[in-house]
């Protein structure tokens, strides 16, 4: 019954996820809105919604180890497993400019994180302090309007021109079945965790955490094999970022969590190294090559053959 309740939450969020999405962009683009500010917010959150819903389920449920491991998780997966898969499949070339930009943001963001963490909690003082970083963060990327990059990203936003009913159906329904979705992935969860005998954060940081990251990796794989893999850097960033100030913000700002202790003494400098190792192959070269994709796959495949040890 939890894997029935896992696999079809995961598929509710991959599915609800697609539409909130396809029926925001398709409103905002008839309304106007530009395209940027479309990809920023309407396509950056949207994409992030599952991953914001299972953590503020996991939390009202009193399942910290869930919301907190969710994000943690989905940080880690998304640099070694998800770029690392990429790469892997076609080599990054980095923008020297943008990246230098973002990476500092997503440096600072998780030094941040991890210092609140460190305290044993996350309080609504340090949920208003990511959500103002994060809104920090938005200022900064809106004036980015003029950066050729961005534009170029923008413009491979898919085009949707369907009345605005349409979109605002596919909106409501994509968002009820992406709660639906949250609400089914972490009952499921819980109830592995309980009958195999392991910790909730176990399985927040592995099978919530991959999950919730299905959108980003999807995406990355497509744009990998259309020979623009370079976008799945962006995508990782940008999650990355979103995951730390936005979901944990929101998340902390309506419900404090408290840390569990197996996530700080691991984890949490796993999702640090993570970062390093980021910053560190991108900045080499300015670029991500095979190898160095494979190592990161290599490198995630044995962070969870370690959990799974422990585990057990």
Do not use: C
Not at 182 to 209: D, K, M
Not at 254 to 272: K, S
């Amino acid at each position: 019954m939890d894997f029935l309740l896992i696999a079809g939450g995961l598929v509710a969020l991959l599915l609800g996820g697609e539409w909130l999405v396809r029926g925001a962009v398709a409103v905002a683009r008839r309304f106007n809105v530009p395209p940027m500010v479309i990809g920023l917010t309407l396509v950056g959150f949207g994409t992030s919604m599952p991953e914001l819903l299972t953590s503020l389920q996991a939390a009202f449920g009193g399942y910290p180890g869930i919301a907190v491991g969710n994000v943690v998780g989905s940080n880690i997966a998304n640099i070694l497993l998800i770029l690392g898969a990429a790469a892997a499949l076609s080599p990054i070339v980095v923008s020297k400019a943008t990246f230098r930009r973002d990476a500092l943001i997503l440096v600072a963001a998780t030094a941040l994180g991890m210092g609140i963490a460190l305290t044993g909690s996350f309080e609504r003082i340090a949920g208003l302090v990511f959500l103002a970083g994060l809104g920090g963060f938005l200022w900064l990327a809106f004036r980015k309007g003029d950066d050729p990059a961005y534009e170029e990203e923008a413009g491979t936003l898919p085009d949707h021109h369907a009345p605005v009913w349409q979109g605002l159906a596919l909106f409501v329904v994509g968002l009820i079945v992406t709660v639906l979705g949250a609400r089914f992935l972490v009952q499921g969860a819980a109830g592995l965790a309980q009958a195999a005998g392991v910790s909730e954060a176990v399985i927040g940081l592995t099978i919530v955490a991959i999950g919730t990251s299905l959108p980003e990796l999807v995406t990355s794989i497509m744009a990998a094999r259309k020979g623009e893999s370079d976008v799945a850097l962006g995508n990782v960033i940008g999650s990355n970022i979103f995951n730390i100030l936005g979901i944990l913000g929101v998340t902390a700002l309506v419900h404090p969590i408290a840390v569990p202790a197996e996530i700080l003494r691991l984890d949490i400098w796993i999702m640090g190294a993570a970062t390093l190792v980021l910053i560190w192959v991108s900045m080499t070269g300015w670029r991500i090559g095979r190898r160095e994709g494979l190592a990161m796959v290599t490198a995630y495949a044995a962070y969870l053959a370690w959990l799974g040890v422990g585990a057990a």
